[in-house]
């Protein structure tokens, strides 16, 4: 439904409001667990519990908005992005509990071994279109996972092995307080990386590529450059996700560091929330994460799903999702962030068209 | 500086195999600067593939394409584009998720590097474009709502937007009613006016006739004539290529009887 001008006006102002209000209280209930502000008598507004939560929140608009760049905007799905979060975990807790390095001078190399590495696995990679691109991105995210628990030399595990990493604790006051602040801060440098991107000459250069490659190089656009450059941002990002995830949770190892599964919700965000847009994939990050936890158990909030035993949830959960990305894909092409900016209303007519748009 | 004498872009001996296959075989020619130049030969006649050779699309299997003089085969597209030589693809391929504007833009974004913009004059010259090729009060709309002759509008002006020395335009004018191809030649005249030297494949003989000084005819991957378009068009072994040998045969017995009487 394409509205008037007026009311489309209308709609943005009250979603800059709405969400403006939203993020003011996450970015500010936190500080009233401060020792002043509990002195000046502001009812605490938050728990250490949900500074836990909404960390790993923010971690995930990271994660999805860096995904955006190669996935969204270029239009190569990277399946494997995860490595590069493992990666950057890895990069900073080696660093810190081996070299013996502060926190703040190790964390910066996250994105920069990240991006290297995926500069040179994109060169190879990145020549693959369509499925075979997502299926071969898949297989590195796995490999470097595997590599990373399994080399050894003179007999002993170089990075921890399958016993994993430890880190020394961070010396900081608020620590739950101080890595929420320095994960929302990864994640306004992703949102400005991505506002920066769709307004210049990189952005145009690679949406022609996602429209189409072959065009784009014949007007001038040095694809393999550009695609590389993509590749090596959203590494970047999603690695510096990865080294403030490595000192926060203290504890690396395989299976928080490359989850396999973090591929497919990074994605399955974006997608929810709206790829190629800037805020479309921290928008559908909250919403998703706040529903796995949800689905989970992890939130207080949560009630019992009918049918389902305990034990059962984390399966049943995984099949919701599944459930939400054929959803989703299939009625919602543009994420929900189609609904905020007043161009189009959620109704049945919206849903009929989208289903035809996306069918055969 | 280039001598006067030297063509802008010389072909000699390009040579494209697709498994054993000379789709392109041995073609010299010569584009000399500020012509508009017709290629047409029958489906298959390796048009598009010489086409491709020309834009780096395809990498050569043999000789050398020079521009102004350089060697320029095995170069990749991008750098190409960037020497100012710009092309539309017969297949139309228009950025879908852009507006009409938009496209033009990143063209002029892009293109060749004598011409690079930065985004706000890119988005200045696509409306001059647009506007040189009839499309100015289409310039908001999504690619989606043009018509057919429209979208073949919008390829031509996402490479002239790139500002190009030479233009190479692929069956602009297939699948449009004579009325549109008019208009399209119109488009073509506007755009060479504009100082592009221009080379055009086309399969209809009525436009090469219409527009080109000069036609090369290619037949399974041979440069087969070579001319005024008037006189190559009635060369029998063009008719042949076109008709087949039983029209020809006629055509000469035709003739024949034309003379005699």
């Known amino acids: ?360 | 500086m280039n001598t006067a004498a030297e063509p802008q872009l010389e072909l000699r001996g390009v040579t494209k195999r697709f498994g054993g296959v000379g789709a392109v075989d041995g073609v010299t020619f010569q584009v000399e600067k500020g012509e508009i130049l017709g290629v047409i030969g029958p489906n298959g006649a390796g048009k598009t593939t010489l086409l491709n050779c020309i834009s780096g699309v395809h990498r050569v299997d043999g000789g050398d394409i020079r521009w102004e003089g350089r060697s320029i085969a095995g170069l990749p597209p991008h750098r190409i584009a960037r020497l100012g030589i710009g092309r539309t693809f017969q297949i139309v391929r228009p950025f879908g998720s852009m507006t009409v504007r938009e496209n033009a833009a990143v063209g002029a974004l892009f293109g060749s590097s004598a011409a690079r913009r930065g985004l706000k004059e890119a988005f200045e010259v696509a409306d001059q474009v647009l506007e040189l090729v009839g499309l100015k009060a289409k310039a908001d709309h999504p690619v989606s709502a043009l018509t057919i002759p429209d979208r073949k509008r919008l390829e031509v002006a996402r490479a002239v937007a790139t500002r190009p020395q030479l233009l190479l335009l692929d069956e602009v004018m297939a699948g449009l009613n004579n009325v549109e191809i008019d208009e399209a030649l119109e488009m073509v005249r506007a755009v060479h006016a504009t100082g592009v030297t221009v080379l055009l494949i086309e399969h209809v003989m009525r436009v090469i006739v219409g527009i080109c000084r000069r036609a090369i005819v290619l037949d399974f991957g041979h440069v087969l004539a070579e001319g005024e378009p008037e006189v190559v068009l009635r060369d029998e072994r063009v008719i042949k290529a076109y008709l087949g040998e039983r029209y020809a045969k006629r055509l000469r017995g035709e003739r024949g009887q034309d003379s005699a009487s």
């Open chain 1, 1 to 360: 439904m394409i509205a008037t001008a007026d009311s489309q006006r209308r709609w943005r102002r009250i979603f800059l409001i709405v969400g403006g209000i939203v993020a003011a209280y996450a970015l500010l209930a936190p500080l009233t667990s401060l020792d002043a502000a509990q002195a000046a008598g502001i009812p605490l507004l938050t728990d250490k519990f949900w500074f836990r939560i909404a960390t790993y929140v923010v971690m995930f608009v990271v994660l999805a908005t860096a995904w955006n760049i190669i996935g969204g905007i270029t239009g190569y799905a990277a399946f494997g992005n995860v490595a590069f979060f493992g990666i950057g975990a890895y990069t900073t807790g080696m660093l810190i509990a081996k070299a013996k390095w502060p926190f703040l001078v190790a964390l910066p190399l996250a994105p920069v071994l990240a991006a290297l590495f995926a500069a040179l696995v994109g060169l190879p990679l990145l020549r693959l279109r369509g499925h075979y691109f997502a299926v071969a991105s898949l297989g590195v995210g796995v490999a470097v996972g595997e590599l990373v628990q399994n080399i050894d030399y003179n007999g002993q595990p170089v990075f921890g092995g399958a016993s994993g990493l430890f880190l020394p604790i961070y010396a900081v006051g608020h620590r739950g307080l101080f890595f929420f602040y320095l994960m929302c801060g990864a994640a306004a440098i992703a949102i400005a990386v991505t506002w920066w991107v769709l307004r210049s000459r990189f952005g145009y250069g690679l949406i022609a590529i996602r429209e189409n490659e072959d065009a784009a190089a014949v007007i001038g656009v040095n694809t393999t450059a550009y695609k590389v450059a993509a590749f090596a941002l959203a590494a970047a990002l999603t690695g510096l996700a990865g080294g403030i995830f490595s000192q926060w949770n203290v504890f690396i190892n395989q299976d928080n560091t490359f989850p396999i599964e973090y591929n497919v919700q990074m994605i399955l965000m974006a997608l929810l929330g709206g790829t190629g847009t800037v805020f479309g994939p921290a928008a559908g990050a909250v919403l998703l994460q706040l529903l796995i936890q949800f689905l989970g158990g992890s939130l207080p909030i949560s009630f019992d799903l009918p049918f389902v035993s305990s034990e059962a949830r984390p399966i049943v959960a995984q099949v919701i999702l599944g459930l939400l990305l054929v959803v989703v894909v299939i009625f919602v092409p543009r994420g929900v962030i189609d609904f905020f900016g007043g161009r189009t209303r959620l109704s049945l007519s919206y849903l009929r068209r989208s289903l035809r748009d996306t069918s055969l």
